[in-house]
């Protein structure tokens, strides 16, 4: 039975990745319940196992006295005189007890204990695994959906990824093979809750890192990322080496390190951003895909005015204003565009009112001096 006992140990051990001195103290703690719910619950009754053999040990300890009062908690002098010659009275003795006849209740306990220890153990291993991945993306495999939560297997456990953190309008189905980021580990009383999303910013960040080895190295930095999930991502970039582009690292020969983030993300377009620490720069590299021709900053109010050629308006402004908005989250900036012809609109009215308060005052200037000229002088 020790035999059979250690085996089995040993092979939950391998299977569930629980350190063989935790499931050898959730038998013990099992068949000491068991024990003592066999002989009435009482607490002098005591249970080891051998941690090399298995062997079980049961034992009773009883108070040695004149006259036994309570023959569960104590034994007579007399008696343990022909067990224990050398035992006084006042002192106590360990008795051995038959672990073979604890009875199907008894192992029905023990079994339920069991169960319930390993299940801990099991929370507490994942748990441990887990806690420090939190910002790591993870990959799974689909299982089901409930309630609007996906459930993914990620090895030894379940995450949870909520509708609100799937890409808008994504389907996943049963078998989908994706990746998200862990957000979140909590332990409960069941197992850890894991819980994942597609949807964070940094969620892109980590793709980047694992499809460009210039940024887990260190050699390219991301400086921040703006993103509108399922729609388009803004990334910063720059290089801690001059002989490395950073957007060249990131897009990758032909677009294959980007595309496969593309394709992770479904389709979501992603615009590269050299940083740089001049604001006009940086405000129209933000802008991209389109093309900037002009640009007028307010530094104490951290504001901008953008003219883009008329065929590039909406294309700086994006549907919705997404392009525009996003420019505005990476940069810190608030932009404000306006197409060629508005500007060139605007610089005439301006010039020509300029040219308006000019006439005025040449009048005015004129019709002073010409009242001067006909005021009539007085002789003193």
């Not at 069991?114 to 993306?137: L, N, P, S, T």
């Not at 409960?188 to 809750?193: A, F, G, I, L, R």
């Not at 999303?197 to 990322?225: H, W």
Request: proline letters at 3%; aromatic letters at 4%; hydrophobic letters at 35%.
């Amino acid at each position: 039975m020790t035999k059979e006992l250690c085996q089995g140990i040993d092979q939950m051990s391998r299977e569930k990745g629980i350190e063989k001195g935790i499931l050898l103290a959730a038998l013990e703690a099992a068949l000491l319940s068991a024990a003592r719910k066999r002989y009435g619950g009482r607490t002098n009754v005591h249970l080891t196992i051998d941690p090399k053999t298995c062997n079980i040990t049961a034992y009773e300890t009883k108070n040695i006295v004149d006259k036994v009062s309570d023959k569960d908690m104590e034994i007579s002098k007399s008696d343990v005189k022909k067990l224990f010659p050398d035992k006084a009275e006042a002192e106590s003795v360990d008795l051995p007890l038959d672990v073979h006849d604890f009875g199907r209740i008894a192992a029905q306990t023990a079994k339920q204990v069991i169960f319930q220890k390993v299940r801990e153990a099991e929370r507490d291993v994942i748990y441990a695994e887990f806690k420090d991945k939190v910002g790591q993306v993870v990959s799974g495999t689909v299982m089901r959906k409930e309630k609007n939560n996906y459930y993914i297997n990620i090895g030894k456990t379940e995450a949870i990824l909520s509708q609100s953190e799937a890409l808008p309008g994504e389907n996943l189905r049963r078998g989908d093979t994706v990746r998200a980021r862990i957000e979140e580990v909590k332990i409960s009383t069941k197992e850890p809750v894991i819980l994942v999303s597609r949807t964070n910013p940094s969620f892109v960040g980590e793709l980047f890192k694992m499809e460009v080895p210039e940024i887990s190295e260190g050699l390219v930095v991301i400086k921040d990322i703006v993103r509108e999930p399922g729609d388009r991502t803004k990334i910063a970039v720059y290089s801690t080496n001059a002989s490395i582009d950073p957007v060249g690292a990131c897009v990758g020969m032909k677009g294959t390190r980007v595309q496969s983030i593309v394709r992770e993300l479904r389709g979501e377009r992603i615009d590269i951003v050299p940083w740089t620490d001049d604001p006009r720069m940086l405000i129209a590299r933000a802008l991209s895909p389109a093309s900037v021709e002009r640009i007028g900053i307010n530094e104490e109010s951290k504001t901008a005015m953008v003219v883009v050629n008329d065929q590039q308006l909406s294309l700086a402004i994006g549907k919705k204003g997404q392009n525009v908005r996003l420019a505005m989250k990476l940069t810190g900036w608030d932009i404000d565009i306006m197409s060629d012809t508005e500007y060139s609109k605007i610089k005439t009215e301006e010039a020509d009112k300029v040219l308006e308060e000019a006439i005025d005052k040449e009048a005015h200037r004129r019709s002073a001096e010409a009242e001067k000229k006909n005021k009539p002088s007085v002789d003193g």
